[in-house]
């Protein structure tokens, strides 16, 4: 089982993630955009607070599974170790994780804007 769930947990989170940067992109799915990036901030900041901050339940969750494959010296990010993983890298856990933060700022801003403005549109459509 644990190694169908390894395979699970690094797809989902892996499209997650990427959906979390691009799904602003598309009309028909801004609003969950919307709110996976709402769970995401609310994920690190707020349970942050008391897991730490950036925490994950997926992140935490797929890090007990690989701990019963044998996996023992895993990075505290997914992030870190999606990009090692897929550049082969050992890219600086500090680096990925100020750009992490970064870029999901940058986002979270940019998706409140087109939410904020296609909202307005609908209702100045529908008055």
Do not use: E
Request: aromatic share 22%; charged share 10%.
């Amino acid at each position: 089982m644990y190694p169908f769930l390894n395979i699970f947990f690094f797809v989902f989170h892996t499209s997650f993630t990427v959906f979390n940067l691009i799904g602003w992109i598309w009309t028909r799915t801004r609003k969950i955009h919307f709110l996976t990036m709402f769970g995401t901030g609310f994920s690190w900041f707020i349970l942050g607070i008391w897991y730490g901050f950036g925490y994950c339940p997926s992140t935490d969750w797929h890090w007990q599974v690989r701990y019963h494959l044998g996996y023992r010296d895993m990075p505290g990010s997914y992030i870190k170790f999606l990009l090692d993983s897929l550049t082969g890298l050992n890219l600086p856990a500090d680096l990925v994780n100020l750009a992490a933060v970064g870029i999901f700022i940058g986002v979270f801003i940019l998706t409140t804007i087109l939410n904020t403005r296609d909202l307005l549109a609908r209702r100045t459509f529908s008055a």
